[in-house]
């Protein structure tokens, strides 16, 4: 049996993880550079939207499975972040319609591809079958959030002058909620996860996790790049 990491290099190894998070997508890079058309960018916060809606129903799925007060306290803010009033599900229905959508059609998610619908969804069933420290484990791309929000915040103004900047808020209030959450999960992982197999498996994890992220970015990039939607060749 090969022996456990320290916890610095465990640490080192997630975090270097970070070069398969879908701010290097081809579709993310298009978006930073500022080349990205009106409806690539609508399509993106429609098909995300179905994203931001499923994290507190992900996070209530985790707490409910979890046997530590401490960590359901803890755990707790994350649904509060997405689900309160002026929370991230608002923030995001703000920046749909400063990106020209109307809030209705955002909420009836007219616009969500059959396959960021799946992968979503299939973080969320991921989240409620597994040990509630794996689930929490697989959070851990919170690590490389912060700069993909502060790329959006520090771009888009130029980028994209026909976006209101009210809408904006999401990616600022992110900027903090995702480093505090980062503390939490990194710290459940670092101390949990402490042989070599389990080690290995929170790897996979992180990988499913990062999957899921890349796998809208590739529907996203189907859709509105390629102009091959699902039926794109199917007379309706």
């Given at each position: 049996m090969q022996e456990a990491y320290s916890k610095e290099e465990f640490e080192a190894k997630l975090r270097d993880m970070g070069r398969m998070y879908h701010i290097h997508h081809?579709?993310?890079?298009?978006?930073?550079?500022?080349?990205?058309?009106?409806?690539?960018?609508?399509?993106?916060?429609?098909?995300?939207?179905?994203?931001?809606?499923?994290?507190?129903?992900?996070?209530?799925?985790i707490m409910s499975n979890c046997d530590?007060?401490?960590?359901?306290?803890?755990?707790?803010?994350?649904?509060?972040?997405?689900?309160?009033?002026?929370?991230?599900?608002?923030?995001?229905?703000?920046?749909?319609?400063?990106?020209?959508?109307?809030?209705?059609?955002?909420?009836?998610?007219?616009?969500?591809?059959?396959?960021?619908?799946?992968?979503?969804d299939a973080y969320v069933n991921f989240a409620r079958r597994s040990s509630w420290k794996e689930a929490a484990m697989s959070s851990l791309t919170e690590m490389f959030a912060p700069q993909i929000h502060q790329q959006r915040l520090s771009t888009w103004p130029n980028n994209y002058p026909w976006i209101e900047q009210k809408g904006l808020r999401y990616f600022q209030k992110r900027l903090s909620e995702a480093r505090r959450d980062v503390q939490h999960g990194?710290?459940?992982?670092?101390?949990?996860?402490?042989?070599?197999?389990?080690?290995e498996k929170a790897f996979s994890i992180l990988q499913f996790k990062l999957d899921i992220l890349w796998t809208m970015c590739d529907a996203l990039y189907l859709a509105y790049e390629l102009k091959r939607p699902p039926y794109f060749n199917v007379a309706k």
């Open positions: 081809p579709f993310h890079i298009r978006m930073y550079e500022g080349t990205c058309t009106k409806e690539e960018i609508q399509g993106w916060v429609a098909n995300r939207f179905y994203y931001q809606c499923m994290i507190p129903i992900k996070d209530a799925a530590s007060l401490e960590d359901r306290r803890k755990w707790i803010d994350r649904i509060t972040d997405h689900d309160s009033v002026g929370g991230g599900i608002e923030a995001w229905l703000e920046l749909g319609e400063a990106v020209g959508l109307k809030k209705e059609d955002l909420i009836s998610h007219k616009f969500l591809l059959p396959s960021v619908k799946f992968a979503v990194l710290a459940i992982t670092l101390e949990e996860f402490n042989t070599r197999e389990l080690q």
